[in-house]
């Protein structure tokens, strides 16, 4: 007998693949009425596969009373609540580190999109402006300037080192310093943002970031300051940020993440001085080929002898062996 795992959110066909051969796979996206499904087979379910931006509602972890491991396609996990989550010994895996070079891909991307007004200048080309007004506005070069990030783990640090190649000074912020780096330590985020050209965040969402970026660190960051997203869209205070975009109480924004996706601010859209994107930073086929295969082989490996490659740190100390 298979054990019968619920699928919240996509999956690629390969990933579908290979649940398909270890699991009798019921998708939430297929089932009409969850609540009343849920109340029928919830029990039977020992295993759900999710997404970073769906996670797992508080009404379906509680209807899964046999729920044994959650598979998270993705490394931030703040949609899942852990704490119920460790209480009922429920193992909860996600997709640490197979995405930390195209995450900061995009957020140097975003940064030099954002400096060298890209979408800006590709408009220049298509709308003839070149030819009627002739060359376009300078831009501002990315090249010795001090970028703040805040939150240096494995995608803050791969940015640290991918920054290095532009000669920009690193500088960062999070809540404990971290040994063996050679950037500069503040405690103080808004301290951080008022000494920087740019600020990167690549924290985790959930209570402890929330709106830690806020007007004050904004303000600070400043006119000439740029703030690019890459964490969450929690991370900031939206309202905040909008307005100080559009009063020019901060300069420019590169942003891949909102508070309420698939939904952004219908203000930034009318803003030059932002460069938006979809929540794409880990998105493409390799790195998703990646994060798929590592989603599925944690819930094979527990199937199989109780351990699994990557749990969240909450349940590190969850494997067997
Ligand atoms: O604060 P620390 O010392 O635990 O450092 C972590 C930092 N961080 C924070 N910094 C400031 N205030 C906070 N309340 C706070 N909470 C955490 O964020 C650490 O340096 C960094 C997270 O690094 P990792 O756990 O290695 O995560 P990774 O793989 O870099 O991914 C970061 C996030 C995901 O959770 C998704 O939300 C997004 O990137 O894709």
């Known amino acids: 007998m298979k054990p019968n795992m619920l699928l919240i959110g996509g999956a690629t066909p390969r990933m579908m693949e290979r649940f398909e051969t270890a699991f009798t796979v019921h998708q939430a996206s297929e089932i009409s009425d969850l609540t009343g499904w849920l109340k029928d087979n919830g029990a039977k379910i020992e295993a759900v596969a999710t997404n970073g931006h769906d996670g797992v509602k508080p009404e379906i972890m509680s209807a899964l009373s046999a729920l044994k491991i959650i598979s998270c396609y993705g490394v931030g996990y703040d949609a899942i609540d852990t704490a119920v989550a460790t209480e009922r010994n429920i ?88 040994p063996d780096v050679p950037y500069t330590y503040y405690d103080d985020l808004a301290k951080m943002a008022q000494d920087v050209d740019y600020m990167i965040a690549i924290t985790p969402g959930g209570p402890s970031t929330n709106k830690i970026v806020n007007r004050k660190v904004l303000e600070a960051l400043g006119p ?5 997203n890459v964490a969450r869209g929690s991370v900031v205070d939206e309202a905040e940020l909008v307005s100080a975009l559009q ?13 309420d996706e698939p939904n952004a601010p219908t203000q930034l859209f009318e803003l030059e001085n932002v460069t938006l994107t979809p929540h794409v930073a880990s998105a493409t086929v390799e790195t998703r080929q990646a994060m798929g295969d590592l989603t599925v082989d944690n819930l094979l490996q527990f199937f199989k002898d109780g351990n699994v490659m990557t749990p969240v740190p909450e349940c590190a100390d969850m494997n067997k062996t």
């Open 91 to 178: 193992m909860v895996t996600h997709t640490p580190g197979v995405l930390n070079a195209d995450v900061a891909n995009l957020a140097v991307l975003l940064m030099l999109a954002s400096s060298r007004c890209l979408i800006r200048d590709d408009k220049w080309v298509r709308s003839g402006n070149w030819a009627s007004k002739g060359n376009a506005p300078l831009t501002r070069s990315i090249e010795n300037k001090k970028v703040g990030i805040l939150g240096l783990g494995r995608i803050g640090g791969e940015i640290a080192r991918k920054l290095e190649v532009f000669n920009c000074e690193i500088v960062y912020h999070t809540r404990t310093p971290k």
């Open 224 to 228: 000439e300051g740029t703030f690019i």
């Open 247 to 259: 009063d020019g109480r901060l300069g420019w924004a590169g942003l891949d993440v909102f508070a």
